[in-house]
């Protein structure tokens, strides 16, 4: 956005104030990630970390003042010391308030016409992997289709539409879900779920109706990344791991009720955390692991019972464009659990392999999650 909006509009700020400024078309609100692609191409030849040392800087020339004036500082000082998707939801906010014109690049790359969501939430929420469900000798996993509210179960190693299967209606209203473990030792994976009124319910597996669900905890709004962990202190008692909203405080809860009498704070600093995905045993003690992403999109693999910031490992960058992580367990059959992912900007869901969960070594399995 070499000539500023800003600057043009200091300039005939009194002009268009007499003119009424009606002329002014209804600027796009939004517009995909491959819109933005395009007009970084021609900004900044696409380099998203690019710096020449003027007022403009990252893929997509972002002045200094509109990115503080816009607050893009709550990401990083300037522009291009921002992830891609931190620099597009703040040129977004230029797009909403100043239209396409505040990119000179913008022509021809349909910025003035796409309404697209860039990073959309995905089709699919809640995804919990719940171990093999339905004795086919493969890992099932649960997930909600957002707009119906329905609760289907998919089959590994790839669940791919041709396998899932509706096992129940409702579910719209539960913010969060998570594998506990067999809490009633029937043989089948147990979840409970958060509900929006902050009512927390266990449902006994394979079918997890609502006719069998019990209620066993209120106030859990407070509660943000509810994660089931299994046993980790070995009390004999499956474990679950949330993060307070208000403190960023991690505790863990003890089953089979996870009342707020059994919990023991064994962390701070979570609320930076936007997901947490528990991925199975990755050095081996037998204990369970879990992975956690930052706004800024770092990956960070933690080991149990206490995951410890101190013993923590980045493992990967870019992570702020996926959503939806979940350990399914070991459905390749590699050395540790596996790790499931979907991309918001594609609706694509992939399969990393620990204990790096590295995106090169990623699988694209399904689509239009
Ligand atoms: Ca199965
Ligand atoms: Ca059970
Ligand atoms: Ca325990
Ligand atoms: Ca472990």
Redesign the pocket.
Known sequence: MRRSRNVIRAAVAAALLTLGAAAAPAPASAASVSTWDKVARCESSGNWSINTGTQYTGGLQISNYNWQHYGGTDYAPHAYQATKKQQILIAEKILADQGAGAWTCSPGTGLATDTADPYPLPRMANLTGVGDQNKDGKPDLLAVKRSTGVLYRYSGPDFSGDTRVEVGTGWSSMTGITAV??????????IVATRSDGKLFLY???DYRGESRVEIGTGWTSMANVTGVGDVDKDGKPDLLAVKRSTGVLYRYSGPDFSGDTRVQIGTGWDAMTDIAAVGDQNGDGVTDIVAVDGSGKLYRYFGPDYKGTDRKQIGTGWDVMAELVGPGNVTGSATPDLLAVDMVSGVLYRYTGPDFSGPARTGIGTGW
């Open positions: 473990g067999d809490l009633n030792e029937d043989g089948a994976t147990d006994p597996g394979p």
